[in-house]
């Protein structure tokens, strides 16, 4: 198999903000940018995606700040650019692991659920550390345990269950930093002070189980491994839908979401 979990290319950037976008990261987007300290002017966005996160900290800037949103896919940037537009923003691919800064360049360096897909993760968090100011401020989140975001679970165990001779294993690499500890460590060890780490819950809101099932499946790059197997994926789309329905209701379809928020101190 080639697929790999950092590839949000073709269909999927499109699809992954309108249908899980406003589900599963809208909550914890506005969760990050509420934590922003009001003197950061000058912020770095980490795997940035489309945006989602972009506009609930332009919103938090003073007029005369600045934001660099950065991600490793420019299929993602280029969504967020056509429906953010402020002029504060600026729009950059970038890898995590080598930040396309000076030294203590900015004030807060903000990554929603992104961390997960970076390989050398202590690189990544050294970056950061390197590219804040003294006293600067890391925010940051990573998903919680399968169990306490059931919708997620779901999918995994019936895409398991359709290939069980060669299960899809995109969605363990979302859901592989869900130890408090070892995430403060992590954090700790890359040079920051004063880590907080805090378990944060929330509901996600869909208008419907189909809907959702749209983002489920073919929102994320789960769907390139399904589509390497050779998925109905009409018919994989409909089960999705009605195991959701069943769980967690349709019209509107919630479910439980949990996730660990990181913030700390260069």
């Known amino acids: 198999m080639t697929s790999e979990p950092t590839r949000f290319t073709g269909s999927i950037p499109a699809l992954y903000d309108r249908h899980l976008g406003p589900v599963l990261f809208e909550p914890y987007a506005r969760e990050l940018a509420r934590r922003l300290p009001p003197g950061a002017t000058r912020v770095l966005e980490v795997a940035a995606g489309t945006g989602r996160v972009s506009r609930h900290l332009l919103s938090a800037l003073p007029a005369t700040g600045t934001l660099l949103a950065t991600d490793l896919n420019e299929p993602m940037l280029a969504r967020a650019a056509?429906?953010?537009t402020d002029a504060r923003v600026t729009w950059k691919a970038a890898d995590a692991q080598a930040l396309p800064l000076?030294?203590?360049e900015v004030d807060a360096v903000v990554c929603q659920f992104g961390l997960m897909f970076v390989p050398d993760k202590p690189l990544a968090l050294r970056e950061m550390r390197r590219v804040l100011r003294t006293g600067g401020t890391l925010l940051l989140d990573t998903w919680d345990r399968f169990e306490h975001n059931e919708a997620t679970q779901v999918l995994?165990?019936?895409a398991l269950a359709t290939f069980p001779d060669d299960p899809p294993t995109f969605m363990?690499?979302?859901f592989s930093m869900h130890d408090r500890e070892a995430l403060r460590a992590l954090v700790?060890?890359?040079?920051f002070s004063r880590v907080e780490v805090e378990t944060v819950q929330h509901t996600g809101h869909s208008?419907?189980?189909a809907d959702f099932a749209i983002g489920m499946v073919?929102?994320?790059p789960l769907w390139n491994q399904l589509v390497e197997r050779g998925v109905d994926a009409a018919a994989f789309e409909r089960t999705v839908a009605a195991a959701l329905a069943a769980r967690f209701?349709?019209?509107p379809c919630r479910s439980s979401l949990s996730a660990h928020v990181v913030t700390a101190i260069a």
């Not at 700790?188 to 040079?191: C, H, I, L, N």
Request: net charge negative; proline share 4%; aromatic share 0%.
């Open 188 to 191: 700790s060890d890359a040079g």
């Open 82 to 84: 056509q429906v953010i």
């Open 172 to 174: 363990l690499t979302p």
């Open 218 to 220: 073919r929102g994320n």
């Open 102 to 104: 000076s030294d203590g």
């Open 207 to 209: 208008e419907s189980a």
């Open 156 to 158: 995994h165990e019936l």
């Open 249 to 251: 209701g349709d019209r």
